[in-house]
Every structure is written in C-alpha cells, then in structure tokens.
C-alpha cells in the first residue's frame, strides 16, 4: 500500500496527462467542452477516478461520457506511460456533481437573502411588544418604583415598632 503523499503525487500526475490528452490528442467530435476538476487514486494505486465536469446541455454531457469511455484505452495507455510505475491504475470516469450542487446552494442563498430583506424591511418601523426594557434591574422594586434608600433612624425607628 502507497503511502497518501504518493497517492497525491500519481493522482496528480494522471490530473495532468488526462487534462492535456483531452485539449490536444484526443479528437473526438462528441466530446465538448470538458475540464478534469480532480482526480482521486485509491491506497494501492490500483484504481482512478477522474472528475470532470462539461459546459453545455445533458445532453452534451451524455455525448462527452460516451466519448471518454471509447478513449478510456488510449487514455490509460498514455497516463502508464507519463506514470512510470508498475502497474498502471484502472481509470473511471466521474461527471463531478459540485457545480450542480453549487448552484442549488447559491439559490438557498438567494433566497434566504430575500427573505432576510422582506423581515428588515417589516420589522423597520415595529417596536417591542411589552416595555422597551423588560429586565429589572438593583435599584428597583418589583412593581418598578425606585427604591427608597433606607436611612439608619428609619431602622430603628421600625424596630422599636415591633
């Protein structure tokens, strides 16, 4: 088993290769406008998977798959040979789902920002339900009244009462 800093390097590598292999040597007519947007190898270097994302329709992304799964053979002989190593890894070839999941995400977003400026703009001219400082605080008493400041004869004076 590869340690993960080799892994990284040889995902890497075949990053690289397919990237190039894809803009110059490969001429196929059903392959549109694609990009290799990561490259993951397992452990023992036996298995790759390629992410790629395509600009356009589905039905361009559907063309594009079927493109680079009749090119998977020229595609693994070159990254064998840019890697070096004993055996080459078997590829496979990933449609990335993160700017899908991007764009869902930045709809929540837009959404959550109109509706954050619909409460602001409701709220601007509200006031609170009940006193505008509900909290009592030391120097009153429970009905709200300032407490008295208890003199030293008053004391006494109460205690003689008693």
């Known amino acids: 088993m590869a340690d993960a800093a080799r892994a990284r390097k040889v995902a890497d590598r075949i990053h690289e290769t397919v990237?190039?292999?894809?803009?110059?040597?490969?001429?196929?007519?059903?392959?549109g406008f694609v990009t290799v947007t990561d490259v993951r190898v397992t452990g023992d270097l036996q298995q790759a998977t390629i992410f790629y994302t395509v600009y356009?329709?589905?039905?361009?992304?559907?063309?594009?798959?079927?493109?680079?799964?009749?090119?998977?053979?020229?595609?693994?002989?070159?990254?064998?040979?840019?890697?070096?190593?004993?055996l080459t890894p078997s590829?496979?070839?990933?449609?990335?789902?993160?700017?899908?999941t991007a764009k869902t995400l930045e709809d929540a977003l837009a959404q959550a920002r109109v509706r954050d400026a619909q409460i602001a703009k409701v709220a601007e001219g509200a006031t609170y339900a009940g006193d505008a400082d509900p909290y009592r605080h030391d120097e009153q008493t429970e009905d709200g009244a300032p407490e008295a400041?208890?003199?030293?004869?008053?004391?006494a004076t109460d205690a003689e009462g008693l």
């Open 149 to 155: 400041e208890e003199t030293d004869q008053e004391s």
């Open 91 to 100: 590829l496979s070839f990933q449609l990335d789902a993160l700017p899908t």
């Open 19 to 31: 990237a190039r292999l894809l803009q110059g040597r490969i001429k196929d007519p059903r392959l």
């Open 56 to 86: 356009g329709s589905d039905e361009e992304r559907e063309e594009t798959a079927k493109a680079l799964r009749s090119a998977k053979g020229l595609i693994r002989s070159e990254v064998g040979k840019a890697l070096g190593i004993r």
